[in-house]
């Protein structure tokens, strides 16, 4: 793992997206002048400000997508120069009118962006009257943000940053002096074989209260504390999005006291989907003792509980169970109110899926079937082989996360990344006999998947992304720390 404070003294200069300025004749533009042509003369002339309009998008990197409700600002170069105001549609367009001629800066705000505590320079742009103008600006990049705040940490499909601020429950600033934790559980094997091993680290805030993790397990389920002094927060169960940045802050406040400022309420109700409510449902917050359920009318009070950004777990029977963090203001602002919604537990029957008997008898034989059913690694049979319609085997593979593929002199080759983020090439089993080229990074002289097993031969394929997830006969043999992948070939 690798922990790293955020060094908030340098400040994050990313570069936005270029503006783009686009000419367009604007036909109109001696009525907005007030001038009125005569035999070639100007006669006539109403002086009004020389303006035109400033039309752009928004767009949201780390989502992939524009920005709805961010809220633009223009601002003229000189003294006393004026500000424009816009905010972007569902579509992340903004327009502003009557915009005077000149130069100007460009930049937007918006509760996402802000999160991640990144001061965002502004854009450069001119405003001609003879054109529309139109700017885009954009968040930072998941690679970008990564790269600049995890600066020794791995960019690639599987970095990760953990970002925000602790802040106090009850007046919601930024506290200095702040330590956060993290922890997660893996599987490792041990002498008494496969056993669950907790890991985890500490990492100081900064002096104005902003903290960064990086190179935690994308696909781990993640346990956050923060304390300052004698005040903490309770534990907060976390996990990655899908590009693997994730910005939450941390509320902390003195967990046993008398004072006003540890005291909070929580209140809200438990509805479905359709927005009716759900009786009997059972509510608990982690490290408070109690529980509570919800009335006839599906709504629940925790009288008196700890401040801070605690875990809500909810219970109804019928529904599938949640889980979220929840941030509980203390003190003035101490009563806080909350709704739930819960989804009905989808009741499926098991399914019936008829396979190639020689097939299914062979991955029976090898084991296939009772690792696939142990919960770990992934696992592709030859029937969704078949379906994905790819050329190679090594294609195939590449669409799986974590995954990688450079190009070789002939073909292409299949990497991972090894606990520490290092590229590194797979031992590759095919029907019991092993093929490694000693994790190296080489690209010519790693293992050829697509010569070892064409997809049309595959029975089916076994995916370990570390080596601690691979069985013992698999893993036992090789002393890189990468992955393993299993291939199995069906009987000609």
Request: charged share 20%.
């Amino acid at each position: 793992m690798i922990v790293r404070a955020w060094q908030r003294r340098i400040a994050l200069r990313i570069a936005l997206l270029a503006a783009v300025i686009v000419a367009t004749p604007i036909s109109h533009a001696a009525a907005r002048l007030g001038v009125a042509a005569e035999g070639g003369r100007v006669v006539g002339a109403v002086i009004q400000a020389r303006s035109a309009s400033v039309a752009g998008v928004v767009y949201d990197s780390l989502a992939d997508s524009p920005l709805a409700n961010a809220d633009v600002q223009l601002l003229g170069d000189g003294a006393g120069a004026r500000v424009y105001n816009a905010r972007t549609d569902s579509a992340g367009r903004f327009v502003v009118d009557a915009v005077a001629e000149g130069n100007y800066l460009a930049g937007f705000f918006h509760p996402r962006v802000d999160s991640l505590g990144i001061d965002i320079p502004p854009i450069r742009f001119a405003v001609a009257l003879v054109a529309r103008t139109e700017i885009r600006l954009a968040s930072p990049s998941r690679r970008t943000i990564i790269a600049s705040l995890c600066p020794t940490a791995s960019v690639g499909d599987g970095g990760t940053l953990l970002m925000g601020a602790v802040r106090d429950a009850a007046t919601g600033d930024r506290l200095s002096d702040a330590v956060v934790s993290v922890q997660w559980t893996t599987l490792a094997f041990r002498d008494s074989g496969l056993a669950s091993v907790r890991q985890g680290g500490v990492v100081p805030a900064t002096p104005d209260g902003h903290f960064a993790v990086c190179g935690l397990p994308l696909d781990a389920d993640l346990t956050v504390r923060a304390a300052a002094g004698s005040d903490t927060s309770g534990a907060v169960a976390l996990q990655f999005p899908t590009l693997g940045i994730l910005a939450h802050d941390i509320l902390i406040a003195p967990r046993v006291s008398e004072a006003s400022s540890a005291s909070a309420t929580l209140t809200g109700q438990v509805v479905t989907e359709a927005g009716a409510p759900v009786a009997r449902a059972e509510l608990s917050l982690w490290g408070y003792d109690a529980t509570v359920r919800t009335t006839a009318t599906g709504v629940f009070v925790f009288p008196k509980v700890p401040g801070g950004s605690s875990t809500l777990e909810v219970r109804a029977v019928g529904f599938e169970p949640v889980r979220r963090s929840v941030d509980l203001r203390s003190g003035e602002a101490g009563s806080n109110v909350l709704r739930v919604v819960v989804a009905r537990a989808v009741r499926t029957l098991a399914p019936v899926t008829v396979f190639d008997t020689r097939v299914s008898a062979l991955l029976r034989r090898s084991g296939f079937e009772q690792r696939r059913t142990g919960g770990f690694g992934r696992f592709v049979h030859a029937d969704e082989l078949e379906k994905m319609h790819v050329a190679s085997t090594t294609t195939a593979l590449a669409r799986f996360p974590g995954m990688l593929t450079r190009a070789a002199s002939r073909g292409s080759r299949i990497f991972m990344r090894d606990p520490k983020g290092l590229i590194c090439s797979p031992t590759v089993w095919v029907d019991g006999a092993p093929y490694s080229s000693a994790a190296s990074a080489d690209v010519d002289a790693v293992v050829d998947i697509d010569v070892l097993a064409d997809p049309s031969r595959i029975a089916g394929i076994e995916i370990y992304q570390r080596i601690s997830q691979a069985p013992l006969q698999f893993a036992g043999t090789t002393k890189s720390a990468c992955g393993v992948i299993v291939i199995w070939l069906k009987v000609e």
